[in-house]
């Protein structure tokens, strides 16, 4: 039986698939004031991120380079263009909200405050289903909390 979920599966694999291909914002930041590696050893994927932060200590731009799994970079290129212009604070609940939606498929308190956000990160909510590859998908967030804590090296484990 064909529907709207095996539709909206499709358009999900097709958006994993293009971040994976052509991440985005896939470059070193020679300007970055916070960088942070992270490493999933269980798959692989390796990851530098670097933030540059504006005046009033919001996230100005946000890259990445590395190498690793579809949804790995996938996730960090989701992750680099949903975290623009926010503040640290903001950044980590979204990483927050993000990690429920890997882990469950759902989040029920996401709607009120980051609905774009998540609507944007929703591709990768089917990784749930694979339990192994939700540290693949929050990869990007675990990287990002530690170079905003001011932390050199974040793991998946
Ligand atoms: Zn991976």
């Given at each position: 039986m064909s529907g709207l979920f095996d539709d909206l599966r499709d358009l999900y694999q097709e958006v994993i698939l293009d971040h994976?291909?052509?991440p985005r914002n896939f470059r070193r930041l020679d300007d970055a004031d916070a960088t942070a590696r992270g490493?999933?050893?269980m798959c692989g994927d390796r990851i530098e991120l670097f933030i540059r932060?504006?005046?009033d200590g919001s996230?100005?731009?946000?890259a990445f380079q590395g190498r690793g799994c579809a949804i790995s970079t996938a996730s960090a290129?989701?992750?680099t263009e949903t975290v623009k212009?926010?503040?640290?604070?903001e950044a980590k609940d979204l990483g927050a909200k993000f990690r429920e939606l890997a882990m469950t498929g759902v989040?029920?308190?996401c709607g009120a405050s980051f609905a774009d956000e998540m609507e944007r990160l929703a591709p990768l909510s089917g990784v749930h289903e694979f339990p192994s590859r939700v540290k693949c998908a929050t990869l990007a967030w675990h990287t990002l909390n530690a170079a905003l804590d001011g932390a050199k090296e974040a793991s998946s484990e």
């Open positions: 994976g291909r052509k490493d999933n050893p932060r504006a005046p996230i100005a731009d946000a290129s989701l992750m212009g926010k503040t640290a604070d989040c029920p308190d």
